[in-house]
């Protein structure tokens, strides 16, 4: 079956603007969570949507918002951007909640942010 | 402080080595869940295992082993005979809830480089 989708792959923005990345799930999972790579902090939790509602959430400020589609579809947004998000966003689908399951990872989403 | 820690930065082996990569966790609660991921050149991170606090059973999968105790609250994971398609970076993982109890939280060690050489 097709796994999870990441769009755009590639994205370079300037400081302030703002950005959407989109992740499409596995057909059937409902469970969309979203994380951040950096050399400096590594891998981080951003946050979850399970059903369309945001179930649990990391350590971000309110720039790094999100939502969830009735399809499952998730969109992440950052805005006025800072050179600190450049990053690889990453997008995961799971059956359950996130947080106790297995998660499918995308191909990722890396922003410059120059 | 750091909830999971995976000391090993970074770790090279010859072919056919066994090898261990640690991960020690920190948490207050007694349910919880343990991760190991698997991220190759490609950068797509993909599961390799899951633990909750509850199982202590030590889990073999083909040549891949993983140590669960939680009296040193360490999660250790052993590749026998490693190949080269094992490079990748390993991360540990830990969910568990926050101090109210209403959110979860996910929290990866800073993963480990692991080179196997032909």
């Known amino acids: 079956k097709a796994g999870v989708t990441q769009t755009p792959r590639y994205l370079i923005k300037t400081r302030g603007q703002q950005v959407t990345l989109s992740c499409s799930p596995i057909?059937?999972?409902?469970?969309v969570s979203w994380y951040q790579q950096t050399p400096g902090q590594g891998l981080q939790f951003l946050f979850e949507y399970f059903s369309e509602t945001q179930r649990n959430k990391g350590n971000f400020p309110g720039r790094f918002s999100g939502r969830q589609f009735s399809n499952s579809r998730s969109e992440m947004n950052v805005s006025t951007l800072e050179l600190g998000d450049s990053a690889l966003y990453l997008c995961a689908s799971s059956l359950m909640t996130a947080l106790t399951g297995e998660l499918f990872f995308g191909e990722g989403s890396r922003l410059t942010v120059l | 402080a750091q909830k999971v820690t995976q000391a090993q930065t970074e770790i090279s082996v010859v072919e056919k080595e066994d090898v261990t990569l640690d991960c020690v966790y920190e948490t207050r609660d007694t349910t919880y869940y343990l991760f190991w991921y698997k991220q190759p050149p490609s950068g797509e991170l993909v599961f390799l295992i899951r633990r909750n606090s509850f199982d202590e059973q030590n889990e073999i999968s083909g040549r891949y082993s993983w140590n669960f105790q939680k009296s040193t609250s360490s999660f250790n994971f052993t590749i026998t005979a490693s190949q080269v398609v094992d490079s990748a970076v390993y991360f540990c993982?830990?969910?568990?809830?926050?101090?109210?109890?209403?959110?979860?939280?996910?929290?990866f060690g800073k993963g480990t480089l692991l080179t196997v050489n032909p």
């Open positions: 057909s059937g999972h409902r469970s």
């Open positions: 993982a830990l969910s568990e809830a926050d101090s109210g109890g209403s959110n979860y939280k996910l929290t």
